[in-house]
């Protein structure tokens, strides 16, 4: 799973209730229609098909695009001495025009990833069970944290473990988008992992399960308070999260740690289910603006289940929708923030599901918390500023008495 992704996932089935924003299907077609008109070869159109639908929207920088591809064509099946896919020029010239936009968070998903895309984004996957994030101080690919219980976690992998080869084949960082589906497959089968730990290279064998994500912990710390901590927010975080508080109020607590370390964000909505468990009915949550300065404003729906004082853990991977909740409860004084500066991921990216099949991640908005305060690129700024030991060497993986911003939480909260 991807690192510093905040999104709304988007398709053309009945969306749940408290997920899902809806996309238009006009807004599909025409989106089909620029990839369409932008990219497919112009042999393509001469041959009639598609045009009637779409050719009413075609531009002439758009024609000149098709043209400039059609030569290539040309070039191509003149000289080229191997074999010619068309569907993978044509696969490739769409991620290379997307590609083009030097967003890091824009991509094109093709048909065969988009299923395992949506399953990972549900937080529901065939795998060993990892999250990872890339490393691009060192162009390596990076486990965040392996998940509770799973095949990685039984088998050894640790938090800071890079990844280096997958079945024998070498990886790096430039292999982030595709490493996902080389280590996932069907139920039952091996994967073979190299991994690079400090200075030793080691090797694993892990079989592949069905992974059920539930990535929300909990336990009652000194002085009977609360701590929930939890890597992502996937599909049913938002429950997860309220059933584990119930669970903890039960035995107690008067005060509650959220660590958001290492959270690199996910599902939108989810983050703002969680803000209106604290947040008082009605309250501003989110300003979200679109390329036309059109302003959404994201409102708490229900009065707030957890009236305990709250403190929140941050450090320089927390990004995105653990952005959008940090920032809310800061901004309504529901919160405190202690820890490090966050991430700075301020846009909202929104999946777009395509009629063939294939998807598109798009950066559609950026996001203000509710005093209108932008974090793209600057990230939010703790209450109290909290740097770990020098002791520490992985800050994925910190031993509790070496946890300086945990023991300032629970200092602020005795």
Not at 77 to 103: F, M, R, S, T, W
Not at 105 to 122: N, W
Not at 370 to 380: F, L, Q
């Amino acid at each position: 799973m991807e690192n510093n992704n905040g999104y709304k996932v988007v398709t053309q089935k009945k969306k749940r209730t408290t997920t899902y924003k809806v996309i238009m299907l006009v807004v599909l077609v025409a989106f089909l229609t620029f990839l369409i008109t932008s990219l497919v070869m112009y042999q393509y159109f001469s041959n009639g098909k598609g045009m009637s639908n779409f050719s009413m929207f075609a531009t002439s920088n758009e024609n000149d695009i098709a043209n400039t591809l059609e030569k290539y064509k040309r070039i191509i099946n003149q000289y080229y001495l191997g074999e010619v896919n068309d569907e993978e020029l044509k696969e490739g010239a769409i991620k290379g025009y997307i590609e083009g936009l030097n967003d890091p968070y824009t991509e094109y998903i093709s048909k065969d990833e988009m299923e395992d895309y949506m399953e990972d984004t549900m937080g529901n996957f065939v795998g060993i069970g990892i999250y990872m994030v890339k490393n691009t101080e060192k162009n390596q690919i990076q486990v965040l944290s392996p998940i509770k219980n799973s095949p990685a976690e039984k088998a050894g992998i640790l938090p800071g473990d890079y990844i280096t080869a997958v079945d024998g084949v070498k990886c790096n960082g430039d292999n982030f988008s595709t490493i996902s589906n080389d280590i996932k497959g069907e139920e039952g089968t091996t994967v073979k992992l190299e991994i690079l730990r400090g200075n030793e290279t080691l090797n694993f064998e892990i079989q592949r399960e069905n992974i059920k994500v539930n990535p929300v912990e909990g336990e009652v710390l000194e002085n009977n308070i609360g701590y929930i901590a939890f890597t992502s927010f996937d599909d049913q975080t938002a429950e997860d999260f309220k059933a584990k508080y119930e669970e903890l109020q039960k035995q107690g607590i008067t005060s509650l740690i959220i660590d958001l370390r290492n959270n690199g964000g996910g599902i939108v909505d989810e983050a703002l289910e969680i803000a209106g468990y604290i947040a008082d009915k009605d309250s501003v949550l989110l300003y979200e603006v679109d390329k036309n300065n059109n302003e959404e404003v994201e409102k708490s729906k229900n009065d707030p289940i957890i009236n305990v004082p709250v403190v929140i853990l941050t450090n320089e991977n927390t990004a995105s929708s653990s952005e959008i909740l940090a920032g809310a409860l800061k901004d309504l004084g529901k919160a405190k923030i202690v820890g490090t500066k966050t991430y700075g991921k301020g846009v909202i990216q929104e999946v777009l599901s395509l009629p063939d099949g294939s998807g598109l991640k798009i950066t559609t908005e950026k996001y203000l918390t509710p005093n209108k305060t932008e974090i793209n690129g600057i990230g939010i700024e703790p209450d109290e500023t909290v740097e770990l030991p020098d002791t520490v060497t992985n800050i994925l993986n910190v031993d509790r008495n070496e946890d300086t911003q945990l023991q300032k939480a629970i200092e602020m909260l005795k």
